[in-house]
């Protein structure tokens, strides 16, 4: 049993003082904790239900846990937060099964202005064959129309916006519709000139979001094509917001290329805000729905394509080379194995100009990494290269007869390998690119144990480790103790109603879940119930940022 603590001293730090009991407390001090203390913004003590009773007194904030689960709060690896907020407030089209569908939720959507929808997959539907773009401007009754595929790298668009926009001509325009690469680059920007309020808003939707679902922080992956210098500018604003709502710590990048360290130098004292790299969505490649991933054979459904490189490996080589002499992160938006064997060649080529050390040492990162053989494994855990990957994608398009196998048939087993990753000895964190995937975090965790692919499935345990601590590493964040509930840590959590608790393993030789105490692993909930915990508060160091009556009722 873990010693009571000291009793906070008068004058020596924030007043307020708050005694979580009568739960469960997700910690590697203790694997039987049942109480927290929280002092100020920090962690100040985790023990037993006894130690608890004896240090409980009325100049505290109790709350009774009644069976509630404590546990670090979730880090997103790869977050858009004005795109998430634009995507909460449009049309929802995940929903829609067929064209027809489609064109009626654009008919029935009302308003004035562009109409905006996102997350239509036609992977999904029975027929999927895409309205045509007079079919849209005929349902809009005229009003431009920009409707995002869910991987919001193409997208549907009516007939005025390509007028407006000045898509005919530009690379991916289709007179169809479905514009993707440079024609969908600039539908998007088209209808994201937005006030700086306006701006505010979707971002404060999208933060909102996140801390109800149990989120303390979001890496925001700006880049050019994606947002502004402004757009960056504001979500690095809300770490420092005095006098508003608090919210989740955003831990911004900016995917811009540099060629030498001057220009990455430059181009940092341009953006005015410190951005954790020249990182993120500087795009190597697409997306495989939108078949813009690049590929070393033609997609399986699509005979001749190859998909899209964005960057040659002399510029990805020059970018990574200019960050290493810096000492901050690059790294890039890759999800082909074509695309994949660009960027290490890159990793390669900036090694012998400035020497592996440097690019070790530099912490780079690549987002996505969808397919990576054994080979490619090895040469990124040689380099030190943080993989952010999203779960979730597995879930929604991997498996037998799923998206994943249409595109790409037998290459499709492949993909996402997480205990791969794992073993190799890879870094790995894990994200959403919401507004790709929700932000649900348990789904998320629950996607890398149920993995389609058995062979890397990963535990719990490592699946959150890999959505907590391993996202505050990943951004190479100051305090080391970021993500666990140790005395001393930054005090950011999430509370959590739960079924119940387990330990589950993803090796399908041995019991997959257990209740059983002698093992000494910190619990986490049971999710093979069909539904996720429920938040009912989320503090990021110390500050409340989402609660419900449920925790003080």
């Not at 795109?83 to 959507?109: F, K, M, P």
């Not at 917001?241 to 360290?261: K, S």
């Not at 990793?347 to 990576?372: S, T």
Request: net charge negative; hydrophobic share 40%.
């Amino acid at each position: 049993m873990a010693d009571a603590p000291a009793r906070p001293q008068e004058g020596t730090g924030p007043s307020k003082v708050t005694l979580y009991r009568n739960g469960s407390v997700y910690t590697a001090a203790d694997p039987f904790a049942t109480a927290m203390l929280v002092d100020g913004g920090t962690i100040a003590w985790v023990g037993s239900e006894q130690a608890a009773t004896s240090i409980a007194d009325n100049s505290m904030d109790i709350i009774d846990l009644r069976g509630a689960l404590v546990a670090p709060g979730f880090v997103d690896s790869h977050a858009h937060l004005t795109e998430t907020g634009i995507a909460l407030d449009s049309l929802q089209l995940g929903g829609v099964r067929s064209a027809r569908e489609l064109l009626d939720a654009v008919a029935a959507s009302g308003g004035e202005g562009a109409v905006l929808g996102h997350g239509w997959d036609e992977s999904l539907w029975d027929d999927p064959t895409l309205p045509d773009a007079g079919e849209l401007e005929r349902a809009a009754a005229g009003r431009p129309v920009y409707l995002s595929r869910v991987d919001v790298h193409s997208a549907l668009v009516s007939p005025s916006l390509v007028a407006s926009a000045g898509l005919a001509g530009l690379d991916g325009y289709a007179p169809g519709g479905h514009v993707r690469r440079e024609a969908h680059t600039a539908a998007r920007q088209a209808t994201r000139r937005l006030s700086t309020a306006a701006l505010q808003d979707y971002q404060r939707r999208a933060l909102d979001e996140a801390a109800a679902n149990g989120y303390v922080a979001l890496a925001e992956m700006g880049a050019p094509r994606i947002s502004s210098f402004d757009d960056l500018r504001l979500a690095a604003g809300w770490n420092d917001a005095a006098g508003t709502r608090p919210a989740p710590e955003v831990l911004p990048y900016w995917g811009q290329l540099t060629t030498t360290a001057a220009d990455a130098e430059a181009l940092l004292a341009e953006l005015g805000v410190r951005v954790r790299g020249f990182a993120g969505d500087l795009n190597i490649d697409g997306s495989i729905g939108s078949r813009t991933a690049s590929l070393r054979e033609p997609y399986t459904d699509a005979p001749g394509e190859t998909g899209t490189t964005y960057l040659s490996v002399a510029e990805a080589a020059a970018h990574l080379a200019a960050c290493s002499l810096l000492g901050i992160q690059g790294g890039f938006h890759v999800i082909g194995d074509a695309g994949l064997d660009a960027a290490l060649q890159a990793l390669e080529e900036a090694a012998a100009e400035v020497g592996e050390q440097r690019v070790r040492a530099a912490g780079h990162r690549f987002e996505h990494v969808e397919m990576a053989d054994a080979d490619a494994i090895a040469r990124l855990a040689k380099y030190s290269v943080t993989v952010s990957a999203q779960p979730a994608f597995d879930a929604a398009w991997g498996g037998q007869g799923r998206l994943y196998e249409r595109r790409l048939g037998s290459r499709s087993q492949g993909m996402n390998p997480f205990a791969s990753f794992y073993s190799a000895g890879v870094p790995i964190c894990f994200g959403s690119d919401t507004p790709v995937t929700p932000l649900r975090p348990w789904s998320s965790v629950r996607s890398c144990l149920e993995h389609h692919d058995a062979d890397q499935r990963i535990s719990a345990r490592a699946a959150f480790l890999g959505h907590t601590r391993a996202g505050w590493r990943a951004a190479r964040y100051e305090n080391p103790m970021a993500g666990q509930l140790v005395p001393g840590a930054p005090a950011s959590f999430a509370v959590w109603e739960v079924d119940e608790l387990m330990v589950q393993v993803a090796d399908t030789r041995v019991q997959s879940w257990s209740t059983d105490p002698r093992a000494r692993t910190p619990l986490l909930p049971a999710l093979d119930t069909g539904t996720d915990p429920r938040c009912l508060q989320t503090v990021r160091d110390g500050l409340e940022l989402f609660s419900t009556e449920a925790l003080r009722g």
